[in-house]
């Protein structure tokens, strides 16, 4: 970490929401009084090896996104950058917009974020140049076809659910953004096309990314626990 000069926090909120329904940026949602967005903005904002944060949103949301932040009292710069159509391109765009040695991204929808992952994410950030915070299967997952027929199945204790913060060398990420052409899901996926090694590092179920409106409440339990 000696020789780390700078840490970019990047905070997407651009997506569409659309299993979330209600014709509303689920980012925007009040839980507790606070919009969900700034669940993870907060955490990030105390964290002690961020030194800037960037918001990925849509153009058309600017407006809403310097609402919130205004209302809040944060100690750090804060960069606003406007998302593309999809995951890589929304990220892409905020890599562009940072010099930092170390990016760390993570979904906006995932208020439940702790300082402990943050660090972890950073601090695993040296020879291993990806690594992402993740849980155990707790079910038997199934490999189909494109007809739904199983074609295999996989090490349930080798078998992990994918979550954020996930935290790169921001270079070698970018590279992989400017060869990779097709879309991805996560941006571990950009490292091991290109043959570099990812480390997941066990997080818990409560990092909850909302999807559905349902997971509104899951949350709302879990910040009452």
Known sequence: MKDIKKVTAII??????????????????????????VYSLNEFD??????????????????????????EKLSKHINIVVGGNSRKESVYNCLKNTNSDIVVIHDGARPLI????????????????????????????????????????T????????????????????????KYKGDVTDDCMLLEEYGHKVKILEG??????ITTYEDLEIIREYLKK
């Open 12 to 37: 997407l909120a651009s997506g569409n929401s659309t299993r979330f329904g209600k014709n509303r940026n689920k980012n925007f949602e009040i839980i507790d009084g606070k919009s969900v967005l």
């Open 46 to 71: 105390k964290n002690k090896y961020i030194d800037n944060i960037v918001i990925a949103c849509k153009q058309s949301e600017i407006k809403e996104v310097k609402n919130i932040i205004g209302n």
């Open 114 to 153: 702790k300082q402990e992952y943050i660090n972890k994410c950073v601090e695993n950030i040296s020879e291993i140049k990806g690594v992402t915070i993740g849980v155990k299967s707790k079910d038997t997952i199934k490999i189909t076809d494109e007809n739904n027929i199983v074609i295999g199945t």
């Open 155 to 178: 090490n349930r204790s080798n078998t992990w659910i994918i979550q954020t913060p996930q935290a790169f060398d921001r270079k070698i990420l970018l590279q992989a953004h400017e």
């Open 204 to 209: 818990d179920y409560t990092n909850v990314k």
